[in-house]
């Protein structure tokens, strides 16, 4: 199996500017989630789905973040307008169905800087 | 609310020795899972070991093994026969049964030197 994918692996972008950071979980997944990594806050969980429906977006930061899955094999995360304070690491991961042992996996990462 | 702490910002280790990184946890639950996860340079989070809270054996992977101790709320991570490829960032994990959220820690930097 090639593993999350995500894309594009580096993004640089101006304040005020919409980012879009993409996702492929591994397929047979059910869970997808999207975490944000900075030195500040360490590693935060944004939002999850399970079976394409959010569950869980109460650690997304604004309402200028947003994200969607629509079909189980492709997940995004926007931002708009973007603000230099969202630079960081940004990491999806997906997960078998809870009888798999909770075991998220994680893709490379995109790592965003605004300007 | 569950939190998880690393008290040892950065560690280093000598190639082939034994080091071992420490890792506490606050919660009220008593069934649960730990994790200890990798990011190496190339920045990709791997997961080393789980281990869930209702076991009382300690998990073990290959040159990697845990110390559980329930009641004292720490999960220390023992690394034997280091090597050089095991120098990255080691996050230590928690997730509540019944539900599918991490809660990491703030990390620990390992070197290996040769």
């Known amino acids: 199996d090639a593993g999350v994918i995500q894309s594009p692996r580096h993004e640089v972008t101006e304040m005020g500017q919409e980012v879009t950071l993409r996702c492929k979980p591994i397929?047979?997944?059910?869970?997808l989630f999207w975490y944000r990594q900075t030195m500040m806050r360490g590693l935060e969980l944004l939002i999850y789905?399970?079976?394409?429906?959010?569950?869980?977006d109460s650690g997304m930061p604004e309402d200028r973040f947003s994200a969607k899955m629509p079909n189980a094999s492709f997940s995004t995360l926007k931002i708009q307008p973007s603000e230099p304070r969202d630079s960081a690491v940004y990491f999806c991961?997906?997960?078998?169905?809870?009888?798999?042992?909770?075991?998220?996996?994680f893709g490379a990462g995109t790592r965003l800087s605004v300007l | 609310a569950q939190t998880v702490t690393q008290s040892q910002p950065e560690m280093s280790v000598q190639e082939a020795e034994t080091v071992t990184l420490s890792c506490t946890y606050d919660?009220?639950?008593?069934?649960?899972?730990l994790f200890w996860y990798k990011q190496p340079p190339s920045r990709q989070m791997i997961l080393v070991i789980r281990?869930?809270?209702?076991?009382?054996q300690n998990a073990t992977e290959n040159r990697f093994s845990v110390n559980f101790q329930k009641a004292a709320k720490s999960f220390s991570l023992k690394i034997s026969d280091s090597q050089l490829g095991d120098t990255a960032m080691y996050f230590c994990?928690?997730?509540?049964?019944?539900?599918?959220?991490?809660?990491f820690g703030t990390g620990t930097r390992l070197q290996v030197f040769p």
């Open positions: 991961a997906s997960s078998p169905s809870r009888v798999a042992k909770n075991i998220q996996y």
């Open positions: 397929s047979g997944h059910d869970y």
């Open positions: 789905f399970n079976n394409n429906v959010p569950i869980d």
């Open positions: 919660t009220s639950e008593s069934n649960y899972y």
């Open positions: 281990q869930e809270a209702y076991k009382q």
């Open positions: 994990a928690f997730m509540k049964y019944g539900t599918d959220k991490l809660i």
